[in-house]
């Protein structure tokens, strides 16, 4: 079938659920992808940082192949060892002890927040609400959208659940005003995705994590998007020298394969019983396989150091950029999580650079989201770039027009 055809069956059957472009993908290599006409597209989106390592890794190909001709699914009535295995990894390059799999970022923050809540009831306390950060994104479930700090993905589905507060971003003053008694964590992006790439102050998560300390509360770091390498160490956190007591995982973890994880420190841990949590297809043989090949090529020497260094060259381009083009605000970001902020809406850019063969993301209405694959080469930022320029100047003509 060809993509017209593709997109009026797409039209006809599926819900209606994303704006999506007029675009269908039916191929990818590292930083490349192919439409159904066999149009090439540089992919600065990468799933939205779920390939982490390009389309088609080698690795994770054979792992996932091996993994399939071997066993797909056993459940969890019984031990899995690629699931122990990727358990025990991530522990070990980490603050946590133990590992609860599931299957998305939601799943994972879901569970985030039924472990806290569990973790207060065993100790016999009547902590239960969490703090939360405007322009947080923390998920789609009913309470996960619910944590999520902003209001337009409240609508139409109230009431929500009871036990949400939520502060400005970046305030710690504003978050000690609003622990209370029933108070159990604060829950955080380290650095805000969905919320326009917006980065904490150098002390902010610190002086968070002291905080919670002194209030005896739980601090919880959603590094779903900024996890396993995206900012140029395996975890965000670890730029602000702050551990936590629960953290979460997804998008890049499975290479392209859905998988999520809650990791907590032993204490907390613990509050998960036989039979308190559970997910049918969380930490299967195949999605933790593609973990395993994920993780050994993030953790190969100076794969991360590259990381950083091909994130300082893009935003070197990017604030070049910012002086061609007036309305550029500012580039932010860590690694190859970057933003650029305009004083216009975005939507005119990607679509200009859809047409000339770049995929970008915008996000909160003016931020232009660059999420390439951690392993992007310098060629592919410099054609980004040439692209992007073209892009913007159409865009110009249009808003000084």
């Known amino acids: 079938m060809d993509s017209k055809e593709l997109l009026s069956l797409s039209e006809r ?3 209606a659920t994303y704006r999506r472009y007029p675009l269908v993908v ?8 192919w439409d159904a006409e066999g149009r090439e597209y540089l992919d600065f989106v990468s799933g939205l940082a779920v390939c982490n390592l390009g389309h088609s890794h080698p690795g994770v190909v054979e792992a996932l192949k091996d993994q399939a001709s071997r066993l797909l699914h056993i459940s969890n009535l019984y031990h899995i060892e690629p699931q122990i295995r990727l358990a025990q990894v991530l522990c070990n390059h980490s603050f946590a002890d133990r590992v609860f799999f599931c299957n998305s970022g939601a799943e994972a923050n879901e569970g985030a927040i039924k472990l806290v809540r569990k973790y207060f009831h065993d100790r016999g306390e009547g902590r239960y609400r969490i703090i939360t950060a405007h322009g947080s994104f923390h998920g789609r479930t009913l309470a996960t959208l619910t944590a999520t700090g902003q209001e337009r993905f409240h609508r139409g589905f109230e009431p929500l659940p009871d036990g949400f507060d939520y502060v400005p971003f970046n305030d710690v003053e504003a978050l000690e005003g609003a622990i209370g008694p029933e108070t159990a964590a604060v829950m955080l992006e380290p650095i805000q995705g969905e919320g326009g790439v917006n980065l904490p102050s150098p002390d902010y998560l610190r002086e968070v994590r002291s905080l919670c300390e002194r209030e005896g509360i739980l601090l919880i770091l959603d590094e779903v998007q900024t996890g396993i390498g995206r900012t140029g160490r395996l975890f965000a956190c670890e730029h602000y020298g702050v551990e936590p007591d ?13 998988i999520g994880a809650v990791l907590a420190r032993e204490e907390v841990a613990k509050a998960f019983t036989p039979g308190s949590h559970a997910s049918t297809f969380g930490g299967n043989p195949l999605s933790t396989r593609a973990g395993l090949a994920v993780m050994e090529a993030v953790l190969e020497g ?5 990381v950083e260094e091909m994130g300082t060259y893009l935003m070197e381009g990017l604030e070049a950029l910012r002086g061609t083009f007036g309305f550029i605000k500012e ?3 860590k690694g190859l999580m970057v933003g650029m902020e305009l004083t216009v809406s975005g939507g005119a850019v990607v679509e200009a650079c859809l047409e000339r063969g770049l995929l970008i993301n915008c996000t909160a209405e003016k931020v232009l989201r660059f999420l390439p694959p951690l392993t992007v ?4 930022v410099d054609r980004m770039l040439c692209i992007l320029e073209e892009a913007l100047s159409v865009s110009r003509m249009g808003v000084e027009g």
């Open 13 to 15: 059957y599926l819900m």
């Open 26 to 33: 039916v191929r990818g290599d590292g930083s490349r992808v």
């Open 246 to 258: 629960v953290m979460t995982l997804a998008k890049g973890l499975g290479g392209g394969v859905p």
């Open 302 to 306: 100076g794969f991360l150091k590259r």
């Open 331 to 333: 580039v932010r970001g």
């Open 377 to 380: 080469s310098r060629e592919e």
